[in-house]
């Protein structure tokens, strides 16, 4: 008898990735409910709470349905959140994401051990910022976790955060240990609660440095409202 296997789901879609190395490629997204960081610039507060209770099943089948047909299928899946790795179904997940031929990604804060994931999964693994009002909550064991598919994001707000991405960059060779490190700027909320920083600033920084970083923007704020939930 097959047990069916419960997660708590927020929303699934299919958009563009707008992140990382893979930005612009069709993409379907399943965003998990639930979060235990607060971070004062985040987007997705909408996925702290509710949700629905679905089964693993329901999920796999929701994804195959927004992938389409054989010929014109979306192979691109991340889970996302909130903090996916709250839900201790998610390394089932994209065990069979996996085996259903996906290329899976996980977004996640860097607050949680990554280890138990399927290693074939692309980690994409948040070092949370000094204004970030979340500062050293980063499980540096994900520091072993991770290789040379994965990707290690900051999100800087201020100067500060961009000098403390800078030295844990340098400090911890990074740029050699990942495929990408990447520097997001704060993108400003719609309704004025935080400031963003310009992604001019960033990059000039970041050319003064001479770091081996990427310039990460959210495309898909600039393809659709960003206050817009689903893509």
Known sequence: MTVSIAMVITEIFKSIQGEGTRAGLPCIFVRLTGCNLRCTWCDTAYAFYGGTKVSMEEVLEKVRKLAGDRARRV?????????????????????????????????????????????????????????????????????????????????????????????????????????????????PDPAGKWMGLEARELAEWILADGLSVRLGLQLHKFIWDPAMKGV
């Open 75 to 187: 192979s691109l899946v991340e889970i996302t959140g909130g903090e996916p790795l709250l839900q201790p179904e998610t390394p089932e997940l994209a065990k069979r994401l996996l085996a259903e031929g996906y290329t899976t990604m996980i977004e996640t804060s860097g607050e949680r051990f990554v280890g138990a994931l399927p290693r074939e999964v692309i980690k994409i693994v948040d070092v949370k910022c000094p204004d970030s009002g979340e500062p050293d909550t980063f499980d540096f064991a994900n520091l072993e976790a991770i290789d040379q598919k994965d990707e290690i994001k900051f999100v800087i707000s201020t100067r500060r955060d961009y000098e403390f991405a800078r030295d844990f960059t340098r400090e911890h060779g990074l740029a050699e240990h990942v495929r990408e490190v990447l520097f997001s700027p704060v993108f």
